[in-house]
T-cell receptor
Framework: GAGVSQTPSNKVTEKGKYVELRCDPISGHTALYWYRQSLGQGPEFLIYFQGTGAADDSGLPNDRFFAVRPEGSVSTLKIQRTERGDSAVYLC????????????????FGPGTRLTVL | GQNIDQPTEMTATEGAIVQINCTYQTSGFNGLFWYQQHAGEAPTFLSYNVLDGLEEKGRFSSFLSRSKGYSYLLLKELQMKDSASYLCAVSDYKLSFGAGTTVTVRA
């Protein structure tokens, strides 16, 4: 079956521009997560959706970052007025449920979008 | 918040055993995951522990001690394809990752 897909795989933009990154989760997965990974670091949590709503957006670095998931499936991460420090790999993951204590909540990751801000 | 520490790099010989340690201090705990990540690729799931003890899956085993905030991933019979970054992650529904341990397997 299809895994998590992300488009584009690479995005090069100029400082100050607006970008949208798309994530298509595994069919039937209600939970969707966005992470950001800088070189030599582990992924850093950005936002978590349960269905259509953002259940936790505490990882978004500032108000230039916004994400939506209007129909509970595909999600778009939007970055306004991009800065060079936004350059990173943006990873999307999905899981069957959001999980509670002890519940097996494996997250399946997409291949990521490599964003480069010049 | 979460604080997760693991060594930066480890090198081992093909056929050997390597143990990657992970210590954590967390405000929430829903289990601990280990992921493998090859350069330029997405992380892929290796193991999950929520109760204390050892979980074995083929050549890979993972151990958890919740009271000590400690886990390790044991890789046995190392193969060249095991050269990758290994990420320790604590779950409280979202994952908080360590910086990863780069394992290099030499012939």
């Amino acid at each position: 079956g299809a895994g998590v897909s992300q488009t584009p795989s690479n995005k090069v933009t100029e400082k100050g521009k607006y970008v949208e990154l798309r994530c298509d989760p595994i069919s039937g997965h209600t939970a969707l997560y966005w992470y950001r990974q800088s070189l030599g670091q582990g992924p850093e949590f950005l936002i978590y959706f349960q269905g259509t709503g953002a259940a936790d957006d505490s990882g978004l670095p500032n108000d230039r970052f916004f994400a939506v998931r209007p129909e509970g499936s595909v999600s778009t991460l939007k970055i306004q007025r991009t800065e060079r420090g936004d350059s990173a790999v943006y990873l999307c993951a999905s899981s069957l449920t959001g999980g509670g204590y002890g519940s097996y909540n494996e997250q399946f990751f997409g291949p990521g979008t490599r964003l480069t801000v010049l | 918040g979460q604080n997760i520490d693991q060594p930066t790099e480890m090198t081992a010989t093909e056929g050997a055993i390597v143990q990657i340690n992970c210590t954590y201090q967390t405000s929430g705990f829903n289990g601990l995951f280990w992921y493998q990540q090859h350069a330029g690729e997405a992380p892929t799931f290796l193991s999950y522990n929520v109760l204390d003890g050892l979980e074995e899956k083929g050549r890979f085993s993972s151990f958890l001690s919740r009271s000590k905030g400690y886990s390790y991933l044991l890789l046995k019979e190392l193969q060249m394809k095991d050269s990758a970054s290994y990420l320790c992650a604590v779950s409280d529904y979202k994952l908080s990752f360590g910086a990863g341990t780069t394992v290099t397997v030499r012939a």
